[in-house]
């Protein structure tokens, strides 16, 4: 069993993460600004301890030390998303940017030496012109949250170049699944689940053809606990499906699971987005022994019917 800090474990995926590592009998102590929404509650909050501040407050970030050591730090705390705009992120430099090298520093500082951060698969390989990535394709941002995670990637390694720090960098393609928020700003499954669910009509940027690669969250949770149980360090993975699906794909495996023809709007593409984006994920195949079990028209199916149970 280990005894693991979630910093950013209210969220989509971090409800998520906590609730398959108690399964697994891992110890959670949960950090973040907010507790759960009351929906979650019965769900998420059995055997977790929360401590609730702002990663922003050095005070609190440190305190989250005073305590027994932790085996693993997992980071996921960010505001950012791919349309984020300049001012978002000089507002997220201040909070979690600055924040997130003060907690890495307190870590120096603790006994707790193991950091998994969360960064992004989907917007780090950029304007790259490779349509599938491994972990050492060349990092060529197209938007501020992909920006602020290479400048987090680069600062975890040379901390760990200058101390005993050892760090595993995820790189997450698209997850989707329970508990992401239905009208959001990002998840084309959720956002389109979700509009269908309220009789209105998804939107979509571009033509449809921008092809993505989607992991259902139980693939992203089980993919975790194999790096976790690895006994890898100072390693970057994709985490991923490996498979590529175009939007319009997409929409056409919503339409078959929820029988329901909908009309689609579509606006403008957009300068954020890629046109192809799948990751290799052989590194993670072959370190852990990876593989993800959930292909996208049973995630959907599954998504759908939870949602119209709930
Ligand atoms: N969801 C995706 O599609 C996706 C894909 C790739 C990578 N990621 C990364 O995974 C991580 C988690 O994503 P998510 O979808 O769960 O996001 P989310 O927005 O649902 O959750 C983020 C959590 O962090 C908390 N938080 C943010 N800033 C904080 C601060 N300064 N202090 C304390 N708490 C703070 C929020 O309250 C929230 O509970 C993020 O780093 C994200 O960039 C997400």
Redesign the pocket.
Known sequence: MARILIL?G?????RNLSASLIESGHEIVCA???LPPQMDKVRFQKNIEYKIG???DSSFVHSLFYSEPYDWVIH????LIPSSNYSDFIRERE??IT?GYELVQSMRNSGSKRLLF?S?G?AIYGNNGRELNDENSPLIPLNYYAYSKLLMEEFIRLEARLSDLEYIIVR?S??YGSGQNLFGR??LISVTLGKILSNEKPQIWGDGSVIRDYLHISDLNKGIQALINSGKANQTYNIGSGQGYSVNDVMQIIKNVTNNDFQIEYSEGRSVDVPVNILNITKLRNDTGFSPSVDLESGIATLWNEMRQS
Not at 10 to 14: A, E, L, R, S, Y
Not at 76 to 79: D, F, N, R, V, W
């Open positions: 950013g209210n969220g989509f995926i971090g973040d600004r907010a702002d990663l922003s996921l705390a960010c505001s909070l979690n924040g969360f992004t989907g997450p698209n997850p990002q998840g």
